[in-house]
């Protein structure tokens, strides 16, 4: 049972570049959550999905785009790379939104210079 | 808005000592309250989960408080190890969406 599984794990954009963080999920949950974590700082979300089809923004959504098309799959697009997108990325999922097995990937650290 | 403190930032004891790590939040309308740990270069392990209607929960050597009244939680780690040394973040669930609120965490290093 692989759980979340991201990729790539690291990954150095030039600045205007564009780039689709990977995300997938395999315990079927409808759930799915990509968060930001910049250093010494606790996790921002990006954007949710409760369910194939279904998004939304979170707290720091600008400069980012997410499609939910499958259960498994959520994408988090980048475009106009820019400094301040500096950070490790976290996907994570959990059954239902009720937390029960909130589980996270092992991230994403991207560098933009 | 909702914010969530963690104090200290950093904390360092020696292997064997009980300690408490604290979190604090500003609107006690919350759904639920979880502990995570994240070892560096790691994703966030889920420790404990309390809800709403809850005032703690129990696993192994680790126990976690919730007293919405006073908007604080506190996790409790007995007898530490040295294999405890990672990053605790608190974060609360605002709704049945499943988004959570972090606090900024504290780092433990226990030692030898």
């Known amino acids: 049972n692989a759980g979340v599984t991201q990729t790539p794990k690291f990954r150095i954009l030039k600045i205007g570049q564009s780039m689709t963080l990977q995300c997938t999920q395999d315990?079927?949950?409808?759930?799915m959550y990509w968060y930001r974590q910049d250093p010494g700082m606790g996790l921002k979300l990006i954007y949710y999905?409760?369910?194939?089809?279904?998004?939304d923004k979170g707290e720091v959504p600008n400069g980012y785009n997410v499609s939910r098309s499958t259960t498994e799959d959520f994408p988090l697009r980048l475009e106009l790379a820019a400094p301040s997108q500096t950070s490790v990325y976290f996907c994570?999922?959990?059954?239902?939104?009720?937390?029960?097995?909130?589980?996270f990937g092992s991230g994403t650290r991207l560098t933009v210079v | 808005k909702q914010e969530v403190t963690q104090i200290p930032a950093a904390l360092s004891v020696p292997e064997g000592e009980n300690l408490v790590l604290n979190c604090s939040f500003t609107?006690?309308?919350?759904?639920?309250l979880q502990w995570f740990r994240q070892d560096p270069g790691k994703g966030l392990t889920s420790l404990l989960l309390?809800?709403?209607?809850?005032r703690e929960q129990t696993s192994g050597r680790l126990n976690a408080s919730l007293d919405k009244s006073s908007g604080r939680s506190t996790l409790y780690i007995a007898a530490s190890q040295p294999g405890d040394s990672a990053t605790y973040l608190c974060?609360?669930?605002?709704?049945?969406?499943?988004?959570?609120?972090f606090g900024q965490g504290t780092t433990l290093q226990v030692k030898p």
């Open positions: 999905s409760v369910g194939a089809g279904i998004t």
């Open positions: 609107d006690s309308a919350i759904y639920n």
């Open positions: 994570a999922s959990s059954y239902e939104g009720q937390h029960y097995g909130y589980t």
């Open positions: 315990m079927n949950h409808n759930y």
């Open positions: 309390i809800q709403s209607s809850q």
């Open positions: 974060a609360l669930g605002s709704g049945n969406t499943g988004k959570l609120i």
